[in-house]
């Protein structure tokens, strides 16, 4: 089945420590995104990608990096300069570069702070 | 700045009572307004794209649709596997999606 598969399902980070989200999606979607979920707050974008070997900074990219050297994988490191990095977090894809088309999400993955 | 206010924040409803969710947004050049529906735990899932005032879209028990200020998502005679959170989203000119805050529905049986 196609679709876009986040992992793992739950993180647990340590202080000072780095994290990476992995995200792989067999869509064969052009552009891939990273959101932020807070309980109770809308979704707000880290980073995004409309095509291999290219990204743009989001609202909240600050404390994150991410890569983009394959088409089909967009990881998320979470670095320790993110002072508040519990949340949900959402990996999607569209099919094009037009930011109106429509997204396609992942199953997500929630980091903790131990 | 753009911005995305949903209403109300949480809704419940007994089954087959209907009801409308509301999106309003305040942005320059809309080129898509869109509904998704989230369960608990998940990733959104696409519902609706609307692009133009006046244009409404139906999928069973729902309907979207959409002014110039803001839209509606009518449910009716929901059911308690309607009971989600739905986000709505808006695009303008060439950035990315703005979500609104979403709509926590309950559907008791």
């Known amino acids: 089945d196609g679709g876009i598969t986040q992992s793992p399902k739950y993180l647990f980070r340590k202080e000072g420590q780095n994290v990476t989200l992995s995200c792989e999606q067999n869509l064969n979607h052009d552009a891939m995104y990273w959101y932020r979920q807070d309980p109770g707050q809308g979704l707000r974008l880290i980073y995004y990608s409309q095509i291999v070997n290219d990204f743009q900074k989001g609202d909240i990219a600050e404390g994150y990096s991410v890569s983009r050297e394959k088409k089909e994988s967009f990881p998320l490191t979470v670095t320790s300069a993110q002072k508040n990095p519990t949340a949900f977090y959402l990996c999607?894809?569209?099919?094009?570069?037009?930011?109106?088309?429509?997204?396609?999400f992942g199953s997500g993955t929630q980091l903790s702070v131990l | 700045e753009d911005q995305v206010t949903q209403s109300p924040e949480a809704l419940r409803l007994q089954e087959g009572e209907s009801s409308s969710l509301n999106c309003s947004y305040t942005v320059s050049g809309l080129r898509g307004l869109f509904w998704y529906r989230q369960d608990p735990g998940k990733g959104p899932e696409f519902l609706f794209t609307?692009?133009?005032a006046g244009e409404e879209k139906e999928k069973e028990r729902l309907k979207a649709t959409l002014t110039k200020k803001e839209s509606f998502l009518h449910i009716t005679a929901p059911k308690p596997e309607d009971s989600a959170t739905y986000l709505c989203?808006?695009?303008?000119?060439?950035?990315?999606?703005?979500f609104g805050k979403g709509t926590r529905l309950s559907v008791i049986a």
């Open positions: 989203a808006v695009q303008a000119g060439n950035t990315p999606l703005v």
């Open positions: 609307l692009y133009s």
């Open positions: 999607a894809s569209s099919e094009g570069q037009a930011p109106d088309e429509k997204l396609f």
